[in-house]
């Protein structure tokens, strides 16, 4: 069974940093671009960024661009997403895809509030 686990998640005061990670064991991470999406609540998911297979070539979607990076360790099968200054408006559930979505992780939680 295909399988991503994400953590990292949890509450952080308006302004502050969170570093999320998703790891596998269960496929050569290597081989696959790979991204991150939210879902906050009451919406539907959102895309939120992207990396290729070797981690050059990255893209974001708007509302997080120059606020989130996200970076690859392919030797360690870990994708990351650091996200900083964060806002309430990002307060979702972020889960890690492989490739175009035929493989989803279950989540970690991302609670913005004073």
């Known amino acids: 069974e295909l399988q991503l686990v994400e953590s990292g998640g949890g509450m952080v005061q308006p302004g502050g940093s969170l570093r999320l990670s998703c790891t596998t064991s269960r496929f050569t991470f290597s081989s696959y671009g790979m991204a991150w999406v939210r879902q906050g609540p009451g919406k539907g998911p959102e895309w939120v960024s992207n990396?290729?297979?070797?981690?050059?070539?990255?893209d974001y979607a708007d509302p997080v661009a120059g606020r989130f990076t996200i970076s690859r360790d392919n030797t360690r099968n870990t994708l990351y997403l650091q996200m900083n200054s964060l806002g309430p408006e990002n307060t979702a559930l972020y889960s890690c895809?492989?490739?175009?979505?035929?493989?989803w992780g279950r989540g970690t939680q991302v609670t913005v509030s004073s």
């Open positions: 990396i290729d297979t070797g981690g050059g070539t990255t």
């Open positions: 895809v492989r490739g175009e979505g035929d493989c």
